[in-house]
């Protein structure tokens, strides 16, 4: 569990959709308002699927080789070969120039409220369902356990924490970091959604049928 955590946590935190439109927010005339609230969302959006798996499971593992540890681990492997065939689709299917989305007209007059149901829409949910497949196996009667679904939640959130703090404490110097951040990751936007989504797609799969197997 913890490696499939540690996996997507991180593939969630790249992920290059989310982390420009931050960029995007902190650059707009209440930015830090606005961006503290997208990743207050962000964060509890994740921990909200985390409690729901934990209420589902009665924060007990399954026991291995039943009805529904198999089914856990067929729902890691479904998302795993599902993630290598959308990276597969990403890489094959023609370049499309990429407009900016209509939002952005609006950000300088966007509410905190707003910038929360941003965070929302834009969460990786094919990702954050993973996760919440590999939570299952969490065991809350273990301390180990409840740091490892913590760290996903804040390893997920990583990105955000950073840029957030980084423009309270240099608000000028983040500002020119962060929109030169973002314009890198414009430019590659296609390559990190291919490549993100075939590593985790490819752990998952072969984590799931070593699982299976053994």
Same mark, same amino acid.
């Given at each position: 569990m913890v490696l &499939?955590?540690?996996v997507i946590g991180t593939a969630?935190?790249?992920?290059?959709?989310?982390?420009?439109?931050?960029v995007l927010l902190l650059s707009s005339r209440r930015g830090v308002r606005q961006g503290l609230a997208f990743l207050l969302s962000w964060l509890a959006n994740l921990i909200v699927v985390i409690a729901c798996v934990m209420l589902l499971t009665g924060g007990q593992p399954? &026991?291995?080789?039943t009805k529904p540890s198999t089914a856990s681990i067929a729902v890691k492997l479904a998302f795993g070969v599902a993630l290598v065939c959308y990276a597969v689709y990403r890489h094959r299917r023609p370049p499309r120039p990429h407009g900016p989305?209509?939002?952005?007209?609006?950000? &300088?007059?966007?509410?905190?409220?707003?910038?929360a149901g941003l965070a929302?829409?834009?969460?990786?949910?094919?990702?954050?369902?993973?996760? !919440?497949a590999a939570a299952v &196996? !969490?065991?809350l009667s273990t301390a180990a356990d409840w740091a490892a679904l913590t760290g996903y939640c804040l390893l997920a959130t990583l990105s955000l924490i950073?840029?957030?703090t980084y423009m309270l404490r240099a608000p000028e110097a983040a500002n020119a970091r962060l929109n030169g951040l973002r314009d890198w990751l414009n430019r590659h936007q296609e390559q990190l959604i291919v490549r993100i989504s075939l590593v985790v797609g490819l752990w998952l799969t072969a984590h799931s049928i070593y699982q299976l197997v053994v």
């Open positions: &499939d955590l540690l969630i935190t790249l992920g290059p959709l989310h982390n420009s439109a931050y399954p &026991d291995l080789h989305p209509r939002w952005q007209a609006r950000i &300088d007059d966007a509410s905190p409220a707003t910038a929302w829409v834009l969460q990786p949910w094919a990702l954050v369902g993973a996760g !919440a &196996d !969490a065991n950073v840029m957030e």
